[in-house]
């Protein structure tokens, strides 16, 4: 079955730094890749996706990934970080015809 | 869009009590997700219907929980007994299709406490 490992639990950055979440996926057949965010109070909301196409997607808010089949990862990126990015992030996968498999989360704080 | 809906926001029962939580999804979402998420955890699925058929509830524990989307639209989500263990956010989801290539709209969710 395919599970998603995501490397860190929680990261703590400053305003302005760079970011990088690591994500890998177990499975190597076709698959989907979703990375969500939810911010405190709210609902799971989706950031970004890859279907197919160009390895490197943008997603809302100047976030990015890269999906790297021959390492089975899909790293989330942003250049900067400001403080309204505090939230917890979630690599999600999905096979054709299957359920959306999640991570375990990342916690982001960024400290202003 | 309406969103996907959820109700309760918060439900506190005590152990062997029932529960039941309800869902309404997006309008024209074929396929709706019930997940688990323990606190410091990620989503688990529990069942996955398409229309009104399960299509995945291999997670679910059915001596206990149960589902149903009669009218494939909106759903409900039971737990009876409830146990300690139970306690978490309870997320319905939902999307266009079952194919890989359409993402999942979440609700707010239900938080349950058992004690």
């Known amino acids: 079955a395919q599970s998603v490992s995501q490397h860190n639990h929680h990261v703590i950055l400053s305003e302005a730094a760079s970011l990088e979440l690591g994500c890998n996926y177990s499975y190597g057949g076709t698959v989907n890749l979703f990375w969500y965010v939810q911010y405190p109070g709210q609902h799971l909301q989706l950031l970004l996706k890859?279907?197919?196409?160009?390895?490197l997607v943008k997603g809302i808010k100047g976030f990015e990934a890269e999906f790297i089949k021959s390492k089975f990862s899909f790293n989330l990126r942003k250049p900067s970080v400001q403080w309204s990015d505090t939230a917890e992030y979630f690599c999600?996968?999905?096979?054709?015809?299957?359920?959306?498999?999640f991570g375990p989360g990342t916690r982001l704080s960024v400290l202003p | 869009e309406a969103g996907v809906a959820q109700s309760p926001r918060y439900k506190i029962i005590e152990k062997r009590q029932s529960v039941a939580f309800w869902c309404n999804p997006i309008s024209g979402h074929a396929t709706l997700y019930w997940y688990q998420q323990i606190l410091g955890q990620g989503p688990k699925l529990l069942i996955q219907f398409q229309n009104n058929g399960v299509v995945d509830d291999s997670q679910l524990p059915k001596d206990r929980f149960s589902a149903e989307r009669l009218k494939g639209v909106d759903s409900t989500l039971k737990i009876q007994p409830a146990k300690l263990e139970d306690s978490a956010v309870y997320l319905c989801?939902?999307?266009?299709?079952?194919?890989?290539?359409?993402?999942?709209?979440f609700g707010q969710g239900t938080r349950l406490t058992v004690v």
């Open positions: 989801a939902s999307s266009l299709s079952w194919t890989g290539d359409t993402e999942a709209f």
């Open positions: 999600a996968v999905k096979d054709y015809g299957q359920n959306f498999v």
């Open positions: 890859y279907f197919s196409g160009d390895p």
